[in-house]
Structure formats: C-alpha cells, structure tokens
C-alpha cells in the first residue's frame, strides 16, 4: 500500500512538473512573438485621406489602407492619432510616432528624414478657382498667383518640378512656413487675394460642404504617388508595410478602397497619365 502510494506520489508530482515545464515553454513562446506596438500620427482634416468622421474616431483612406496591413501583420498592433500636419512630421522624425499618415509625396527631403513606404496610393492635383475663372491649365495661370504652399508640403516639390519643365511660365507663388486649412485657402481665392489653390479634387471636396460660396475645380493638371513616412529607426517595420502593400495592390484591395474612397480607380487614371 505505501509503496502504492509513493508511486501516486511520484506521479503526481511528476505531472506538476511536465505542466509547469509546459506552461514556461508557452510562456517563452508567447515571449517569443511579443507583440510590437505602432504609433502612427494621421493627419486632421484632411479627408478623404485621413480625418476624424462625426464621432470622433480615425478615418480616411490612407487609415483603412493601414487598418488592412495591421490585420495582416499579427507580430504588430497599430495606435491610431488624428494630430495636426506639423505636429505629426516632428513626432514622426523624433520618434514618439512610427508612421506619419497623410498623402505624402515622396521628395528627397523627406527620404533623408524619414523612411518612406512603397506608393500605395495616388494624388492628382488640380486647380481651385472662382467659378466665372477662365483658369483651367497651370499654363493659364502665367503672370498670376497661387495661394503660397508649405515648403515641406509634397505639393510645393511637385509644383517645383513643374516649373522647371516650363521655364517660360511664370507664377507667383511665395512658399510659406506654415499650412494654411483648405478652408483658408479657398477663401483667399474666392475674395481675390490668390488666383487659384493648387490642390486635389478630391481634398477640396472633402471642406466644400464648410463653403459659403461655390468654387470651380478644374480637370487633373498633375499627379503624384503617395506614400507612408516612417521613423528612420523602423527598418523592419518598412520591410513588413512595403510587403503588404503589394500584397494589397495585387489582390486588387487598393483598387477597391480607390473607388469607395474617390469614386475613380485612381490606378487606372495615373497609368493613363504615365505616372510611376
């Protein structure tokens, strides 16, 4: 009998011992795939790339492009801040934020000061003029102005570039330091400070509704694509994002989010414009 016993004993204890081995190995595992947690700064009223909607919450474009590569990243867990477009580039090169989100062209200053993802999306930019304007080329805009640009805004490289392939073409534009809203923007237009803004259909259509006064938006006049800015630190974390984004192109995801978002396939419009 006791030897009965000492058998159970040893088995028993045995038992507590295989479990807790199994319980550490789990523990290592789990330990193992910890889960990396992402910051990511969108920038406000930018609709319809990144915005907050009427409760409060992340939305826009680029934000569901992340939510989808967030779902397919289970090594990752991406935190959502709408944050003002100055707020977000800084938090973004220090550090405090892994992926600054805003329909970001990719620029040279920009790849020395951040990592840039793979395009997954496209801006086309068109100008914002009063509705009676004959204004409906940036060639018809020679010896007028646009309303200044921010000089660490994509549109002022793109604008830039522009000009440099038409040096005959002459417009005042004066880049300034800081990001006026598209509000302000359109205002200076309509009561005749600037002649046109410079700017996407899509983003004028996203404040048109907070308008008093009707603007004419002409047809495309440029184009880029768009890209995520990432923390120079984030290597593997650009390697993940630039892998899913093509996952998500081919599979025809972003064509998708393109015409829910822009009501276009916004990949079909920059093939057709010979757009990288």
């Known amino acids: 009998m006791k030897k009965k016993l000492l058998a159970l004993t ?11 081995c199994s319980s550490n190995s789990k523990t290592a595992q789990s330990s193992s795939k910890e889960v990396k947690t992402v910051e990511i700064a969108l920038v406000a009223e ?6 907050e909607d009427k409760a409060g919450n992340p939305a826009g474009y680029d934000y569901e492009v992340l939510k989808k590569i967030d779902a397919a990243l289970p090594g990752y867990q991406f935190n959502y801040k709408v944050i003002d477009y100055e707020t977000g580039l800084i938090g973004t090169k220090e550090g405090k934020y892994d992926i600054n989100a805003g329909c ?19 801006y086309f930019l068109n100008l914002i003029v009063n509705p009676d304007s004959k204004i409906e080329t940036l060639n018809d805009l020679n010896g007028k102005s646009l309303v200044p640009i921010d000089a660490t805004d994509g549109r002022y490289a793109a604008f830039k570039d522009w000009l440099k392939a038409h040096p005959d073409v002459k417009i005042n534009m004066t880049p300034s330091s800081s990001q006026a809203t598209y509000v302000d923007m359109c205002d200076s237009v309509h ?10 259909k899509s983003q004028f259509e996203g404040v048109a509704d907070k308008l008093k006064y009707k603007m004419k938006v002409t047809g495309n006049v440029d184009g880029r694509d ?4 990432i923390n120079k630190d984030k290597n593997e974390l650009q390697t993940a994002i630039n892998s899913e984004i093509t996952k998500l192109k081919d599979d025809g995801t972003l064509t998708k989010l393109s015409g829910k978002f822009f009501k276009q396939d916004n990949f079909a419009i920059a093939k057709d414009l010979g757009l990288k």
């Open 104 to 122: 970001y062209f990719r620029t040279d200053v920009r790849e020395k000061t951040y990592l840039v993802s793979s395009p997954y999306n496209y």
């Open 10 to 20: 040893l088995i028993a204890a045995l038992g507590i011992s295989l479990v807790g």
């Open 226 to 229: 768009t890209v995520f800015l």
């Open 46 to 51: 930018n609709a319809p790339y990144t915005y």
């Open 191 to 200: 009561n005749g400070t600037y002649d046109a803004v410079y700017l996407s």
